[in-house]
């Protein structure tokens, strides 16, 4: 257990992140094939194995190795390998995983103008959704620090979901124009936050639904795709009418202002800014357990080998 978990509490967890009660605890395992009698057992795998890596930091939080382990399935092999990652993409893209702290005025920018959260419930099947929304004038913030809010909550969560979740979804307001800015002056960035999250970070992307879709949505889904998987690729939904995400995800875990009952979207905000405030010290202390290349048994890893050559992408996968 992190020292910082016991450090805020429960109180303004259960805020952030409803827990989930003992029924639906018992159906995560299920879906993540934890076990309860091997679970320590492939948890001191994982830790033996960062100790035999020259290039790897040599202890973790428990609870965030857990929650690597739940993203994958409790497969071993598949955690290493995001494991190595995770801790490689913090050292070969530091504009994504330097000066974290809601005090940097850049992603104080990125907060007063765009709404970016992970929703408190948890869908009938054990799902956490998470909503990008309301943007106002979103081609003056950086996309760097954009990432920098994203990557926080991330890594919040690895820090708070002490019994894991079946799965992400994900709302997109198609009204923000998200991307357009970003592909059109960050394409290098833009590569290098689809494979940072889809390749490092342990989450189960079950559903994407894009809302109040446009022109420009379109333009995007489909400049896109080719780098999706195809299980990725049909599990994207297009609503005209929130009628039809309500099919997906209840009302009862909706902000007020996409017709549910879970709150007010800027006070779901404060909620979060105020828990990842509250891990202002193990962000900066994360700034220095990274990989380091120079101690990799066999080739280093250079920017070609993580991203290809600049102005193309490759093949996305996801679980």
Known sequence: MSKYI????????????????????????????????????????????????????????????????????????????????????RAAVPEFFTNRTIMNPGIKDVIEKTNMICLPGLTPDCKRVNIACNALAYESISFADATKLITMIGDARLLLEEHGVSGDVYILDAELQLLKPFIKNSPILFKKFFICVQEAYPVKIKEIHIINPNSFATIILNAVRPFLSEKIRNRIHIHHTMDTLYKFVPKSMLPDEYGGTAGKLRDLKENWLEKVNEFKEWFKEQEHVVANESRRIGHPLNSEDLFGIEGSFRQLTID
């Open 6 to 89: 016991n450090q805020v509490g429960t109180k303004t967890t259960k805020m952030t992140l409803v827990i989930p009660n003992n029924k639906q605890q018992i159906y995560i395992r299920e879906t993540l094939n934890e076990d309860l009698n091997t679970r320590d057992r492939d948890l001191e795998a994982i830790k033996t194995w960062l100790r035999q890596e020259p290039h790897l930091p040599d202890t973790w939080d428990d609870i965030c190795l857990l929650n690597f382990l739940r993203g994958c399935s409790f497969s071993i092999e598949k955690c290493k390998r995001k494991l190595d990652m995770y801790f490689t993409m």
